[in-house]
Nanobody
């Protein structure tokens, strides 16, 4: 399993970024995917989740209405469109693959290296 995140950078408050996560080494279309983020000194938190077909999507309350997760199974890539960014969104963003065991989702494979998003004027 290999996950490579990209698209981060420095953006002013109110700006937008689109993150990408390119997956390889597994059958991407069979797995749900999530974006997480971790700010310095804070625990890693779930940002967005999408099932294998994109039929079920969920967001953290803090990003609802501003972030959009999507995937392209033909390109083995999951995206995170981030709009109306604010300084509280500053963090390192990671994608992860998930598999369903019974009624519980668990991580499949390892984390990528992440991509840094900094929102500052």
């Amino acid at each position: 399993v290999q996950l490579v995140e990209s698209g981060g950078g420095l953006v002013q408050p109110g700006g937008s970024l689109r993150l990408s996560c390119a997956a390889s080494g597994f059958t991407f279309s069979r797995y749900a995917m999530s974006w997480y983020r971790q700010a310095p000194g804070k625990a890693r938190e779930l940002v967005a989740f999408i099932t294998s077909t994109g039929g079920n999507i969920n967001y953290a309350d803090s990003v609802k209405g501003r972030f959009t997760i999507s995937r392209d199974n033909a390109k083995n890539t999951v995206y995170l469109q981030m709009n109306s960014l604010n300084p509280e969104d500053t963090a390192r963003y990671y994608c992860v693959a998930l598999e369903l065991h019974g009624s519980d989702w668990s991580q499949f494979g390892s984390w990528g290296q992440g991509t840094q998003v900094t929102v500052s004027s």
